[in-house]
């Protein structure tokens, strides 16, 4: 990441702990800093309980931190009143795993991209089809009356990009968006979210416990340990010569074709 990139992500010194119902705590970060510049693609990874997943939540405001600060586009979001925190929310949008429970299944393709376009001046419906047909599901006028059921899983997932799109964002927010999908179905949703990328200028936070997601699609990589990031940098550098050495045990866990 060069100085003069701006910087749409800024988490710095980051602090979250939980507590459950006996009144026990667990820190599930501690002072991690990220940030992701404009057009680029920052990979988190590490293992399960690692604390990937709630710093995502905690970018995109699901949950708030304990201490520190998250900024986006500049903007400290905390200081910002309810109305100027949904405006500017609205420039990051997520994309999650589990794309059948991020849709309402009682709601057709059609009224679902329409509530995420609400903000868009225009004709609607042409709107809606461009989108359908910008991640791959073509025509796209055939898919605006299904359901979400009616869509195989690889379909969902490209829906659920388009609508995450509809509000034309400057970051998308990937918690394990390729997790569980076929290996076809992975590259063709990276190389989906690639063209995306390199047309409308995305940034991406990609959360990813897989090596060989972050090796292929990343600029930059975090590693994430125990709530901390351990080692963070260029991609290619981190991933061929790790620093960190709980980044070179990840790396030897990576199965060799």
């Known amino acids: ?139 796209g006028g055939e898919y605006l009356g299904r359901f979400p059921h009616e869509l195989s899983g690889g379909q969902r997932q490209r829906f659920t990009i388009a609508r995450a799109l509809a509000m034309q964002p400057r970051l998308i927010v990937a918690d394990e968006a390729l997790s569980g999908a076929d290996v076809s179905i992975r590259g063709e949703i990276l190389n989906l979210l690639l063209d995306i990328q390199s047309e409308q200028g995305v940034a991406y936070l990609m959360i990813t416990h897989d090596i060989s997601v972050a090796r292929a699609f990343a600029h930059r990589v975090a590693v994430m340990r125990h709530g901390e990031i351990v080692e963070t940098g260029n991609a290619m550098e981190v991933l061929t010569e790790p620093r960190h050495e709980y980044t070179r045990r990840l790396l030897a866990a990576v199965p060799e074709l």
Do not use: C, H, W
């Open 1 to 139: 990441m060069s100085a003069e990139q701006t910087i749409v992500l800024d988490l710095e010194n980051i602090d979250k702990t939980f507590r459950n119902a006996a009144g026990k705590s667990f820190q599930a970060v501690r002072n991690a800093s990220l940030k992701v510049a404009a057009g680029e693609t920052v990979a988190l990874v590490g293992e399960s309980g690692s604390g990937k997943s709630t710093l995502g939540r905690i970018a995109l405001g699901l949950i708030g931190p304990d201490a520190g600060t998250v900024r986006l586009n500049g903007r400290d979001l905390a200081s910002l009143k309810d109305a100027e925190f949904r405006e500017a929310r609205t420039t990051m949008q997520p994309v999650f795993q589990d794309a059948t429970a991020s849709l309402n299944p009682r709601r057709r393709i059609r009224a679902l991209l329409k509530q995420a376009s609400y903000r868009y001046p225009g004709d609607f419906e042409p709107y809606a089809v461009g989108l359908l047909e910008g991640v791959g599901l073509r025509p």
